[in-house]
């Protein structure tokens, strides 16, 4: 299949293959003493939850990847186009039912005494819906969109594109996290520093600060990176990508330039307050989203954290959590169903939910699923995280600790 001009794609990925792989200022966040084991020579090197640990490093191998595909039924793993456009058509529909919304409490006069108590409502669910356009692009970025990589290379550009995403080049770094999940020396996000290892800006103040730059932690991803410094903008950047994907990474630009000026065009010619009401604000909500559900699906206390001679991708993969949303779960498009999606990210959003129920008598407790409130399991799970994200190096497994036991380790 050809690809549109201008969007040059590479062969899409063979069901339940996991992604290609891709080719990490001193931290001193504070450590957890007590946390650190003193193992004998040979012996595994824990951090954090010793207990779990050290189970961890004492547990059977896992089932293989065939093992598990093997249990899931072959149709889940067939995207459909018109299903996904389906998708597609509800996301716009619903976009486009809220913007004349905000025009109606903008400009009908029996409406616009209303308007300042319905511009939060309308902020908190489009940006929402921001986040919902996110997830079916993602969907293009895993070749699970559809069968033809040149439609999922346009749609994914499409849909990105008009929510300030470069498509390729979140593409390329997205799957290198899958590639890496678990594995703190390779992995993209959220993942603990060794001490002597140096970490990028975003990642300090992102440590530091996620409650205040939840909104903002997404752009600095973008623009600066966080394993290290690196700029998806750039089609230069030596970290993030190959010589043969510098041109993709130019048609992706290219394409995200092109919706920053129509943003420009629009300030011009509705004054720049219209574009901050009616779209960056909704665009910031949509960042939160982003953050704190990427955050969630790989963070609380119990999660375990392997380097590169103890990983391996189903062990690192299986440390991803299934999150409940409640209604919301529907309308972002049952992202929450994280383990199987990590695992098999080639299996369309609407066969998630199938797909997971044909893999949790397999896996029994290796299925991390928490039912946990959102928000509070969000700050029970960043208060652990921040505490205790920086680890001796040359550590085997490191487990989060729950903030509990950390506060009488230290009393």
Known sequence: ?????????????????????LSSERTTSPLFPATKSSAPAGAPRLHGDLPKAAAA????????????????????????LARSMAYVAQDA???????????????????????????????????????????LGHDCGHGSFS????????????????????????????????????????DQIFHPYTESTPRSKTASIVADELYFVLPLAYPLYLLSGYARPSNHLNPNDEYLFTDSERPLIRTSAACWYAMLALLGGLAIKFGL???VKYYFVPYFVYCAWLALVTFLHHTRPGTKWYNTKNWNYVKGNLESIDRVYGWFEYFHHDIGT???????????????REANAAVKPMLGDLHNKSEEDIVESFFVSYDAWRKSNVIPDDTDVFVIPPVEKAAKKQD
């Open 147 to 186: 069968r033809y990589p040149a439609i999922n290379a346009f749609m994914g550009h499409l849909l990105h594109s008009a929510i300030l995403v470069p498509f390729h080049s979140w593409r390329i770094s997205h799957r290198t996290h899958h590639k890496n999940t678990g594995n703190y020396e390779k």
């Open 93 to 135: 529909a619903i976009i486009g039912g809220l913007y004349a919304l905000a025009w109606a409490f903008a400009n009908v006069d029996g409406l616009k005494k209303f308007n300042a108590a319905f511009l939060p409502a309308f902020w908190f669910f489009q940006g929402f819906m921001f986040w919902a356009v996110f997830v």
């Open 57 to 80: 490093a004492a547990a059977a191998p896992v089932p293989s990847l065939a093992e598990i595909k093997a249990v899931i039924p072959a149709h889940c793993f067939k995207p459909s």
């Open 273 to 275: 307050g219209f574009v």
């Open 1 to 21: 299949v050809m690809a549109p001009p201008g969007i040059p794609v590479e062969a899409p990925i063979k069901p339940g293959t996991p992604p290609a792989d």
């Open 338 to 352: 994280h383990v199987v999606h990590h695992l098999f990210p080639a299996i369309p959003h609407y066969h998630l």
